[in-house]
């Protein structure tokens, strides 16, 4: 399952940063999931809670922020926001680009010049913010 591996990692490097700082208890999480990355909120936050039942991350109050996605173009180094571009998506598109982020290269062209020629700067992905230890 991709959410608990998603999971996996993020608890691992909880608790690794909680040891370099000798903490007992890790206090508080906060964890930023970009947009673009297809998850199951649900079956992600029972994986946090399965895998750190057993350490110092148990009682962790778990924060969860989402990140807009932003782009830039390859030919003329125009960035952009999903927000930006958001309104000319339909619903459908919106929706596909959320579970296969690839398909974003389908959909979305640079607001700009019209290349499909984009990278993802963010996003995409679930990475750690900040933890609070004790
Ligand atoms: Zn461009």
């Given amino acids: 399952m991709h959410e608990w591996s998603l999971a996996e990692a993020v608890v691992e490097t909880v608790l690794k940063i909680a040891k370099e700082e000798n903490a007992e208890k890790i ?20 994986a946090l809670t399965e895998i750190s039942r057993d350490t110092p991350m148990k009682d962790a109050k778990i ?5 807009e996605p932003t782009f ?6 125009n960035e952009w926001s999903f927000t930006d571009i958001k309104n000319k998506l339909g619903e459908d598109e919106i929706e596909a680009i959320h579970f296969i982020p690839d398909l974003a290269h389908t959909f979305i062209s640079c607001p700009k010049c019209g290349s499909p020629d984009f990278e993802i ?12 230890v004790a």
Avoid: H, P, T
């Avoid at 924060?63 to 990140?67: H, K, P, Q, V, Y």
């Avoid at 830039?72 to 180094?77: A, M």
């Fill in 72 to 77: 830039k173009c390859r030919v003329c180094g």
């Fill in 121 to 132: 700067l963010r996003g995409r992905g679930v990475y750690l913010r900040s933890i609070k």
């Fill in 63 to 67: 924060n969860i922020e989402f990140e």
């Fill in 27 to 46: 206090i508080e999480v906060d964890i930023v999931v970009g947009v673009l990355q297809s998850i199951d909120m649900e079956a992600f936050r029972f």
